[in-house]
């Protein structure tokens, strides 16, 4: 099984940027589709990004298109979370997640982001 570490979060101020990396191990990392999403306090996980396992293929929440990035280096077991302009609404824990079997199968332990005003 694929096992995922986040890193890159931290606190910013609205407007500023942060990039978030998930590093792979074990697993065939090249040939998942991943994901990011989030949890903000007090709410339920919801889907932010996700990328094919070419990168060739994106897909965003509306809350997020225009502002965040996904990308992936395969040559490094490695997704990143792009995020420019940032709000206090971006507030959460970000975790990452490998598409498995056509589920979300493979998480990490998330990277606190916190936006300040």
């Known amino acids: 099984q694929v096992q995922l570490v986040e890193s890159g979060g931290g606190l910013v101020q609205a407007g500023g940027s942060l990039r978030l990396s998930c590093a792979a191990s074990?697993?065939?990392?090249?040939?998942?589709?991943m994901g990011w999403f989030r949890q903000a306090p007090g709410k339920e996980r919801e889907f932010v990004a996700r990328?094919?396992?070419?990168?060739?293929?994106?897909y965003y929440a509306d809350s997020v298109k225009g502002r965040f990035t996904i990308s992936r280096d395969n040559a490094k077991n490695t997704v990143y979370l792009q995020m420019n302009s940032l709000k206090l609404k971006d507030t959460a824990v970000y975790y990452c997640?490998?598409?498995?079997?056509?589920?979300?199968?493979?998480w990490g332990q998330g990277t606190q982001v916190t936006v300040s005003s």
């Open positions: 997640a490998a598409g498995i079997a056509g589920s979300w199968g493979s």
């Open positions: 074990r697993g065939t990392f090249s040939s998942y589709p």
């Open positions: 990328i094919s396992w070419s990168g060739g293929s994106t």
